[in-house]
C-alpha cells in the first residue's frame, strides 16, 4: 500500500495535515508515501481528478497502484491510521 499526498504550499489545511502525517510516518516506518505539489504536478493532479478546492487529498494504492480509498481536507489522524491498517497488506 501506498498514499499519495497532494496539496499546496498556499493551501492552509495541507499545512494543519503536514505534522499529523509527520507523526503517522514516524509511527510506522514500513508506510510508503509520496507528495505531489498541486502546482507543479498538473498531469499527476488530472490523472487523479484533482480538484483546487478538494486539498488536500490523500489517495490510498494498493501495491498495483489501483485506488483503495481518498480522503479530501483536514482529516484526524484516528481516522488516517484506521485506513492504513484497513489497506495495510494490500
Not at 483503495?68 to 484516528?78: I, Y
Amino acid at each position: 500500500m501506498k498514499v499519495l499526498k497532494i496539496g499546496a504550499v498556499w493551501c492552509n489545511g495541507c499545512l494543519v495535515m503536514k505534522p499529523r502525517w509527520g507523526e503517522i510516518e514516524q509511527e510506522n516506518p514500513w508506510l510508503k508515501t509520496e507528495y505531489i505539489d498541486y502546482d507543479s504536478n498538473p498531469e499527476l493532479v488530472g490523472q487523479y481528478q484533482i480538484q483546487e478546492g478538494r486539498l488536500p487529498t490523500f489517495i490510498f494504492l494498493d501495491s498495483q497502484g489501483n485506488e483503495l480509498d481518498r480522503r479530501s481536507g483536514e482529516v484526524s489522524k484516528e481516522e488516517l491510521l484506521s485506513l492504513i491498517t484497513q489497506y495495510k497488506d494490500r
